[in-house]
């Protein structure tokens, strides 16, 4: 019996150190779980300013570089025609909003805008290639801003100071906090939808610029002014276009093929101004021109002429006001100017430099702070120039495929410098001297040359080419032409939304309409099969360009 009580005694000590060591293990193990997860944690939540800081890390070596590789001879037609494409463009947005801000914005405002964008982020920025000025959207932005607060009798430059100083303030609360990370969810299908949002836009202003050909000054009918401009408009339109194609054509070297298509724009401008000069009947012909004023100064009478110091004190309660005005302008910058930078960055121009997507937005809300101060338009990534401007640096073989891109600072930075010098007095006349159907024109050449180029554009192309026509290699033939058509149909469902809302008086909810299309991308998983999403809404840029969008790689202490 002893014995036997012995035996339990033994067995129930023994069951107990088991009982305890497994409960040791469990706790190691706990402890171990608890840790990873907090690793996991730390490395999806990465702390304040990381994004910042990688972003300069990654871009801050090859700083000298960018200017070493501008020795090259891609930068001289490119300088050339990004100065042309940025200036015409905020040229005519300039007399959009002059004419419907009761001349609050002009000419010199535009101008300062665009060379202030051009020579900060040319020398200052972290990705050079991403062209920043005057866009349509801001222009819509600023002249319903003031169709809103014009009840309000409260100063406009006061009221868009304050709105600008709000929307620095979310800019740098955003990159600190690596808000930007969410760029890593835009694909190809809010860009595509967005990029053609743009060219259509700039199609729409060529024929609103012609439409008031038709009216001199006073409001008088002319109709020889209207048709004559129309005609300048397209052959415009012709021989630039026609420049642009030359590339495709047999005729001549390959180096002289690429001269004429970098030079052609920027001739057409020059050609087509001088031509209404020409005399005979073209001088009964009363061609409307860019109104300009005196050099270097504001355009408003409303504001000091002697100073771009524009702000002016408005009530507290105005101040508050401006809030969701700033809310409203951070979402437009955060969705337009990244996704300008994504596009001018996209895979196909084989970059090898790092992208600075938190450092450039956080960058960018201090120039829109600048604006405010100054009383002009603010600037921001710009659509089609943005790629465009890469696209011109692209070093191509005699076949067309890409060799390299020269990724440099020296264009941005010159074409900027170029703008800031074209208000001065001679150059100003100059531009008082260009017809604005010539600016009609330019804005279908990019308008036509964007559509050229436009995914959705293509596709819809290849859904009516005959079948035995079709190319076999071309990813889209894996795509069964129901899904096609059904992708096609939501993309255009989106342009027709962004296109409708910027022509009522809701255009200032146009930033909420680009966040809803990234939306919509998260329910595609729902609608299509991977293998056909990976075609038709394939990432913009390659990881090593999306790579400091990733939280995971924002770990400082990996650096």
């Given amino acids: 019996m002893t014995l036997f009580k012995a035996k339990r005694r033994r067995s129930r000590s023994s069951f107990n150190i088991s009982n305890m060591r497994v409960m040791a293990d469990l706790k190691s193990t706990a402890s171990s779980q608890g840790s990873l997860q907090k690793n996991a944690r730390k490395s999806i939540i990465p702390k304040p300013l990381a994004g910042i800081i990688k972003d300069v890390q990654d871009r801050a070596p ?18 050339v025609e990004t100065y042309f494409n940025n200036l015409l463009p905020a040229l005519a947005f300039a007399q959009d909003m002059f004419d419907r801000t009761d001349h609050a914005f002009g000419v010199n405002e535009v101008l300062l805008s665009s060379a202030m964008g051009g020579i900060v982020f040319g020398i200052l920025g972290g990705q050079p290639l991403c062209i920043v000025g005057v866009t349509g959207p801001i222009s819509i932005f600023n002249y319903t801003v003031y169709d809103i607060i014009s009840p309000l009798n409260t ?82 339109v012709i021989f630039g276009l026609s420049g642009k194609l030359f590339t495709y054509t047999p005729l001549f070297k390959h180096w002289i093929r690429t001269v004429i298509a970098d030079y052609s724009t920027a001739l057409s401008v020059v050609f087509w101004s001088a031509f209404t000069h020409f005399g005979g009947f073209l001088n009964n012909v009363n061609f409307q021109r860019l109104p300009i004023t005196k050099s270097f100064h504001p355009t408003s009478v409303t504001r000091d002429r002697d100073t771009w110091l524009a702000y002016a004190s408005i009530p507290v309660r105005d101040v508050f006001i401006a809030l969701p005005f700033g809310i409203i302008l951070t979402i437009l910058f955060y969705f337009d100017h990244n996704v300008s930078s994504l596009m001018a960055q996209r895979y196909q121009y084989r970059l090898k430099k790092p992208s600075t997507f938190h450092y450039d937005f956080a960058l960018l809300g201090v120039t829109t702070a ?21 696209e011109s640096l692209l070093v191509r073989d005699e076949a067309g495929e890409v060799q390299r891109c020269v990724e440099q600072r020296f264009t941005n930075t010159v074409q900027g410098i170029m703008t800031l010098v074209t208000m001065a007095r001679p150059f100003l006349i100059c531009l008082g001297e ?25 596709r819809i192309i290849w859904i009516f080419t005959d079948s035995k026509k079709k190319d076999k290699e071309n990813k889209l033939s894996t795509i069964p032409n129901k899904v096609l058509i059904l992708f096609v149909a939501i993309s255009l469902a989106g342009f027709v939304a962004e296109f409708a809302i910027t022509n009522t008086r809701g255009a200032i909810g146009f930033p909420l309409i680009l966040l809803l299309t990234v939306i919509v991308t998260l329910a595609f998983p729902k609608l299509f099969d991977g293998d056909h999403i990976s075609v038709l809404d394939e990432p913009v840029a390659k990881e090593f360009t999306l790579k400091n969008l990733r939280a995971e790689n924002l770990d400082l202490q990996k650096s």
């Fill in 62 to 79: 090859s700083y000298w570089s960018d200017w070493r590789d501008s020795w090259d001879y891609r930068v001289v037609p490119s300088a």
């Fill in 155 to 236: 100063n406009y430059f006061g009221f868009m100071f304050w709105v600008c100083i709000w929307s620095m303030i979310l800019h740098l609360l955003l990159a600190a906090f690596n808000a930007v990370c969410l760029l890593q969810y835009v694909t190809t299908y809010p860009c595509d939808i967005f990029g053609l949002f743009i060219n259509v836009v700039y199609i729409e202003k060529g024929i609103e610029i012609l439409t008031r050909q038709f009216h001199d000054s006073e409001g008088q009918v002319d109709v020889a002014a209207g048709f004559a401009s129309i005609t300048v408009s397209l052959l415009m």
């Fill in 434 to 458: 260009i017809p604005q159907a010539v600016l009609s024109g330019l804005f279908f050449i990019m308008g036509a040359q964007g559509l050229f180029n436009n995914v959705i554009i293509r």
């Fill in 370 to 390: 600048v604006s405010g101060v100054l009383g002009i338009p603010a600037p921001n990534g710009l659509i089609p120039q943005a790629p465009l401007h890469t």
